[in-house]
């Protein structure tokens, strides 16, 4: 069974830190690209970032640019690092994974994972 799992989220104050890890397992996602999203209560799945498996080449929302950094720390594992958190960060985090970056960025891709908290006071 392919899954994706998502982990590192929790309560954190304004200007603070928090990584968020994604662990895919049941295939191989070396051929994948990998991304964030998030939802906020009463609000749409949003991009955040997302890392391409060819060249590497990473994208993010423009709400998140300087702040936060997308890195593919082995085949089946991305990371979303977070830096000077604000409150309008507080959502669920989302893992995707799909072969295709256009898939990842656009929202519909094949893998979703069940997502994590991130609330940040303040």
């Known amino acids: 069974q392919v899954r994706l799992v998502e982990s590192g989220g929790g309560l954190v104050q304004a200007g603070g830190s928090l990584r968020l890890s994604c662990a895919g397992s049941?295939?191989?996602?070396?051929?994948?690209?990998m991304g964030w999203f998030r939802q906020a209560p009463g609000k749409v799945r949003e991009f955040v970032a997302a890392?391409?498996?060819?060249?590497?080449?990473t994208y993010y929302a423009d709400s998140v640019k300087g702040r936060f950094v997308i890195s593919r720390d082995n085949a089946n594992t991305v990371s979303l690092q977070m830096n000077n958190l604000q409150p309008v960060d507080t959502a669920v985090y989302y893992c995707?994974?799909?072969?295709?970056?256009?898939?990842?960025?656009?929202?519909?891709?094949?893998?979703w994972g069940q997502g994590t908290q991130v609330t940040v006071s303040s």
């Open positions: 995707a994974a799909d072969p295709r970056t256009t898939e990842v960025r656009a929202g519909t891709p094949n893998h």
């Open positions: 890392v391409s498996w060819v060249g590497g080449s």
């Open positions: 049941g295939r191989s996602f070396s051929s994948h690209s």
